[in-house]
């Protein structure tokens, strides 16, 4: 019945491949006179979503998630995951060739100082790590009495006989009546900043930046729409952008040409050099730059300048063109997944649908809203214990029968023109028992704190996250993953600067989109998750308020499962929020729907008391 045409269902781990990977890896280390090599996942860009061609820690480990590094030695080695892959890592690698250890509670500078010999050289490519993130290599090296050795090539290219080549997506304008800005308004604005900080020139390395800076959108990495491009604003001269020229045609290739100086991508390096040769102070994120770059200018005599990408904040804070595209697209959004929850309200009790099923169908409901570009990033769809695996992906070796008494996750998003899609809904497949069903409870009465937040302008995430796991930590539990990250528009499903999360620092300003969506996860049970995407707004007045006061607008529109509540654990405030958002959700999508798919929906957004 359904198909899917953006996802792949193939396993692509390969765990019995590493031991002669590995292998051959330590062979090509010692011919170069190394002793290990750090191994992240990342490309040239440091996208979260790289090409086949960047796969590398995938190729060497099996590991397919989105955040990992390897440290591989001449008689050990160890892959890093956090707290979202920490049941998928052990699934997925060759445990008799690495082992595992967490990302953030022992992290791969603890590591190295703890293991690494004195006089032993750690390579490195200075393309795949951060100013920063290479800089806290190298203090580690130093505590170990060891060196880390920067690489010149990739010994990647000496080994993987049959890499990708690089990718070539068409670079594509992105229509001004939904950026809701035109380019050269948009430079005059990074420039203005560049004056405050009396700079030369910026280098905006992030391909998200790149593509909202100069309104262009690419398919060069799956599920995000950017071009992999760098660019160079001067202060005081047109901007150079570096792409392979074969991505563009000839509209866009004009578009590009009245804004900015189009460059090969050989270009970049050299064009680096140039600004250290001539002594100019070139400003760079060190969270977010290849240390490559800063390496180049630095060099050659130039100074480099550290700073937070200027863009990042202008593009995290939509503009009103943004935020109706957003509303938009939620609601047709709204439209495609309430569409799913009805269908497999009727076909799951029947014991037949697996998750594969599952994922197909919600991408075929959100592909016949006639508009879907792609999806915003693999679909989750997790069926009893498959759930509690935090960022789970099926493969057909992994599919799993959705079984009538568990719980079933679906974590799911669409990228539209106009909008960045992503919601997550836990459905009880049958009679939840009483467990999950306080549970659920806990987990939405977190999702609904935030929800309902109101908080001083300037707030940032770290202030907030409590509010999501107070309920959870009051009966001994917790979730080991943000409480909510940034979305872009028609970009990246993960934008930031902005989070909830114990390490969200940066303020939370009005326009902002994030998502809202604390969990649980029974290892070996299932998982819960709530999620929407709720856009920052004005708070209604309060009197005698002595701060500006922000709060949330909710934008997903789906239902939540009422058959998980346990009614006895919700307060009247919270029971009349999530009344008030089912009646959104029902004034909204049930003239969009026929008679019996309206006639479900009316069901499922009735009051808690009915």
């Known amino acids: 019945m359904f198909e899917a045409h953006f996802q792949s269902f193939d396993d692509r781990s390969e765990p019995g491949a590493s031991a002669p990977r590995l292998a051959a890896l330590r062979a090509e280390l010692k011919r170069r006179g190394l002793d290990g090599l750090i191994v992240p996942r990342a490309d040239r860009y440091q996208n979260e979503y790289v090409p086949p061609c960047a796969e590398q820690l995938a190729w060497l480990t099996g590991f397919t998630g989105s955040a990992g590094v390897a440290i591989v030695l001449a008689e050990r080695a160890v892959i890093f995951v956090d707290g979202r892959y920490r049941v998928q890592v052990r699934e997925e690698i060759d445990a008799a060739a690495f082992a595992v250890a967490h990302l953030v509670e022992h992290p791969p500078t603890q590591w ?156 970049f390096e050299r064009d680096l ?143 539209y023109e106009d909008g960045t899609t992503d919601i997550t809904r836990t459905i009880a497949v049958g009679t939840p028992d009483a467990g999950m069903r306080r549970n659920f409870t806990l987990v939405l009465k977190g999702h609904i704190a935030i929800a309902r937040a109101v908080f001083p302008d300037g707030t940032t995430g770290a202030q907030l996250d409590t509010l999501a796991r107070q309920f959870l930590w009051q009966a001994g539990l917790d979730f080991d993953h943000g409480t909510g990250h940034g979305v872009g528009s028609y970009l990246s499903v993960h934008e930031g600067p902005a989070r909830i999360s114990k390490l969200g620092g940066a303020p939370l300003n009005r326009g902002m989109i994030l998502s809202n969506e604390p969990g649980y996860y029974r290892t070996g049970g299932y998982g819960i998750r709530i999620e929407n995407l709720i856009l920052v707004t004005e708070a209604a007045p309060v009197a005698d308020a002595e701060k500006p006061l922000s709060a949330f607008e909710t934008l997903t529109l789906a239902p939540i499962d009422a058959r998980l509540i346990d009614t006895s654990l919700m307060n009247p405030d919270e029971t009349a929020w999530l009344d008030a958002y089912h009646a959104r959700v029902r004034d909204a999508l049930a003239p969009l729907f026929d008679a019996p798919a309206r006639k479900w929906l009316i069901a499922a957004t009735a009051p808690l008391g009915d």
């Not at 290849?290 to 937070?308: H, Q, T, Y």
């Not at 009805?342 to 959100?366: C, N, Q, Y």
């Open 273 to 415: 050099a140039a600004l250290g040769k001539a002594q100019r102070a070139v400003r760079l994120d060190p969270a977010a730059c290849p240390e490559a770059i800063a390496r180049l200018i630095a060099d050659n005599g130039g100074k480099v300048l550290r700073g937070g990408d200027p863009i990042a904040p202008m593009k995290a804070v939509k503009n009103a063109a943004e935020i109706a595209g957003a509303r938009a697209a939620q609601l047709r959004d709204g439209m495609a997944v309430t569409r799913f929850l009805a269908w497999f309200d009727g076909e799951a009790p029947h014991g037949k649908l697996t998750e594969i099923d599952a994922v197909e169908a919600m991408e075929s409901f959100r592909r016949d809203t006639g508009l879907l570009k792609d999806i915003s990033f693999p679909t989750i769809a997790g069926a009893g214990a498959d759930g509690a695996i935090v960022h789970y992906r099926v493969t057909r070796r992994s599919n799993r029968r959705i079984a009538p008494g568990g719980l079933f996750l679906i974590d799911s998003g669409g990228q």
């Open 112 to 267: 190295i100082e703890d293991n690494l010999k004195p006089g032993a050289k750690l390579g490195y490519s200075p393309w795949l790590h951060t100013v920063d993130g290479a800089e806290r290599l190298g203090k580690a090296c130093a505590a170990a009495q060891a060196s880390l050795v920067a690489l010149d090539d990739d010994p990647f290219n000496t080994i993987w006989a049959d890499r990708p080549q690089p990718p070539l997506g068409a670079v594509v304008p992105h229509d001004l009546r939904y950026a809701g800005e035109d380019a050269g308004t948009k430079l005059a604005r990074v420039r203005a900043e560049m004056a405050k900080v009396h700079v030369d020139a910026l280098v905006v390395s992030d391909p998200q930046a790149v593509s909202w800076l100069f309104n262009i959108r690419g398919s060069d990495v799956p599920h995000t729409p950017v071009a992999l491009a760098f660019a160079l604003v001067p202060k005081d001269a047109r901007p150079a952008f570096y792409v392979d020229g074969r991505k563009l045609g000839d509209d866009i290739r004009h578009r590009l040409e009245e804004l900015a100086e189009l460059r090969a991508n050989a270009d």
